[in-house]
C-alpha cells in the first residue's frame, strides 16, 4: 500500500519535471536521494508509524489504562499491605518493649505474692500450732483430773478394803457381839 502511495507521488513529481523543468522532485532530489540517507525511507517509515499508530491507538490505548489500572491497584494494595505491616510492626514492638517491664511487674508481682502466702502460712501455723497445744493443753488436764479422781476412788477403795482388814483382823465373835447390841440400841432396840 505504502508502495503504491510513493509510486503516485513519484509519477505526479515527474510529471511536473518533464512539463515545467524541473518541477518538485527536481529541485529536492539531491536531497532526498543523498546515497545512504534516502528520504523516502524515513518517509515510508513516518508513514508506516502514523498509520500504526492510528490503527493500535485505541487497542493500545485501553490495554495501557487498563495495566496502568493494575498497576495504580497494586500500588494502592501495597501501600495499604505496607502501612498494615507498619502498624504491626510499631505494635510488636511496642509489645516487646513493653514485654520485659512486663515480665519484671509479674515476677515482682509472684514474689510479693509468694511472700504473703508464706506470711499466711505461717499465721496459719501459729494458729494451728496455739490451737493444738490449747487443745492439748485442755486434753491434759481432763486427763489429769480424770487421773486424779480415779486415784481418789482407788486411794479411798485401798482405805476401805485396808480398814476393813484391819478391823476383820482386830474383831473377833465377842467385839462382834457387842458392836451388834451397840448398833441396835443406838437405833431403837428391840421390840
Not at 69 to 88: D, F, G, H, M, V
Amino acid at each position: 500500500m505504502l508502495a503504491f502511495f510513493y509510486s503516485l507521488i513519484f509519477i505526479f513529481a515527474e510529471a511536473g519535471h518533464s512539463a515545467g523543468g524541473g518541477g518538485f522532485y527536481a529541485q529536492y532530489e539531491p536531497y532526498l536521494n543523498y546515497p545512504g540517507f534516502e528520504a523516502w525511507k524515513f518517509i515510508n517509515l513516518t508513514i508506516f508509524v502514523v498509520i500504526m499508530i492510528y490503527l493500535l491507538k485505541k487497542p493500545l490505548s485501553a490495554a495501557f489504562k487498563a495495566k496502568r489500572e493494575s498497576i495504580r491497584a497494586e500500588l494502592i494494595r501495597a501501600e495499604e499491605e505496607k502501612q498494615a505491616a507498619l502498624a504491626q510492626l510499631t505494635s510488636t514492638e511496642a509489645k516487646m518493649a513493653s514485654l520485659s517491664t512486663e515480665s519484671n511487674q509479674i515476677l515482682e508481682k509472684a514474689k510479693q505474692e509468694a511472700d504473703a502466702e508464706k506470711s499466711r502460712i505461717l499465721m496459719q501455723t501459729e494458729e494451728e500450732i496455739n490451737r493444738v497445744t490449747k487443745q492439748t493443753e485442755s486434753e491434759i488436764e481432763r486427763l489429769s483430773q480424770q487421773t486424779r479422781a480415779e486415784l481418789r476412788r482407788f486411794s479411798a477403795e485401798e482405805s476401805i478394803r485396808r480398814a476393813e482388814e484391819k478391823i476383820r483382823q482386830n474383831i473377833d465373835a465377842q467385839k462382834d457381839a457387842q458392836l451388834v447390841r451397840a448398833n441396835i440400841q443406838s437405833i431403837g432396840g428391840l421390840n
